[in-house]
């Protein structure tokens, strides 16, 4: 298990990641961390660090690319930062590398011979008629991209973003965080979705999600203003073990991590976790309520439904 420790503004938010890393449930405080890390790559000044582990991450390392949930691209208007500044660059390249554009330069000469006879009758203004070199860049000005189909969704435009950024060509560590890639998708979309995201991961691009759906990756979870995650209840496994009444073995607590993760991820009430637990078993109960109160996560527990002995233990914790 791998973790990112993002500190801004003297707060720390500890996230488990992997290839694809998830971010789900409280919205408004994932949109905000997001544009921390995106910051933290793409800005020369960001006063955002990122660790990974122990170690500091390299943005040099790193090409991130963020795609917000109202991503558009401009197709009519080509700019220096325009995603489709590298597909109109191959394309005029090849169109400039072909026969037809000598011809067409040849022409323009001619053309530019031709208004020089011409403005020869402008001398007794004192002027000359010119025109400026055929290029390239004047090839561009009127290179515009229209989709396919006739109009183009959010998620379309998420995709061909995501598409251009996992084909170019960069000899650096990839990251691309991706918001509420759901919005206005249906059945079809998620699962080509789903696709895309394995495809990329699999060659070796890291995801960044912040999504209600689910996707197989690294799952975080916001919980009244704290995140947890596999990595979060392994750094407290110890001290929670120690703190126990009773025996705990590595499967128990597996278990415990594994009941709260997937409970969480069904969005059940915290609430109603222990009470589900403690159906199970009175020791995951008092396990999943302990991991929550070293995570400084408060929950309810009605204690009179447990033992003698673990209502001392739960009166004295």
């Given at each position: 298990m791998i973790q990112w420790s993002i500190k801004v503004d003297n707060?720390?938010?500890?996230?488990e990641t992997g290839a694809v890393t998830i971010?789900?449930?409280?919205?408004?405080e994932w949109f905000t961390l997001i544009r921390h890390i995106h910051d933290f790559f793409d800005s020369k000044n960001s006063p955002v660090e990122i660790f990974e582990d122990t170690q500091p991450l390299y943005k040099k390392d790193w090409e991130c690319l963020f795609i917000p949930f109202d991503a558009e691209i401009e197709l009519t208007k080509m700019t220096a930062k325009s995603p489709l500044k590298p597909l109109a660059d191959e394309l005029i390249g090849k169109l400039?590398?072909?026969?037809l554009f000598y011809n067409l330069t040849t022409l323009w000469n001619e053309l530019t011979e031709e208004l020089d006879v011409l403005s020869n009758n402008l001398?007794?203004?004192?002027?000359?008629?010119?025109?400026?070199?055929l290029t390239e860049d004047d090839l561009k000005k009127y290179l515009v991209f229209q989709p396919i189909k006739e109009q183009m969704a959010p998620f379309?435009?998420?995709?061909t973003l995501l598409k251009l950024f996992a084909n170019k060509?960069?000899?650096?560590?990839?990251?691309?965080?991706?918001?509420?890639?759901?919005?206005?998708?249906?059945?079809?979309?998620i699962k080509s979705l789903h696709s895309v995201i394995r495809k990329y991961a699999d060659k070796g691009i890291k995801f960044i999600l912040v999504t209600d759906i689910n996707v197989e990756g690294n799952k975080n979870f916001m919980i009244h203003n704290e995140i947890i995650n596999r990595v979060s209840f392994e750094i407290i496994k110890r001290k929670v073990i120690n703190t126990l009444p009773f025996a705990c073995d590595d499967g128990l607590y597996v278990k415990a991590v594994n009941f709260i993760m997937e409970a969480v991820d069904?969005?059940?009430?915290?609430?109603?976790?222990?009470?589900?637990?403690?159906?199970?078993?009175?020791?995951?109960?008092?396990?999943?309520?302990?991991?929550?109160?070293?995570?400084?996560?408060?929950?309810?527990?009605?204690?009179?439904r447990f033992s003698k002995n673990i209502q001392s233990f739960l009166e004295a914790s």
């Open positions: 707060k720390e938010f500890v996230i971010l789900k449930s409280a919205r408004w400039t590398s072909s026969p001398g007794e203004y004192g002027l000359k008629a010119n025109f400026f070199p379309d435009f998420k995709m060509f960069i000899d650096k560590k990839r990251l691309v965080i991706l918001e509420l890639p759901e919005l206005y998708c249906n059945e079809a979309n069904n969005s059940i009430n915290l609430d109603h976790i222990t009470e589900k637990s403690l159906k199970e078993s009175e020791a995951l109960a008092v396990i999943i309520y302990t991991m929550f109160k070293e995570l400084g996560i408060k929950i309810f527990l009605d204690k009179s």
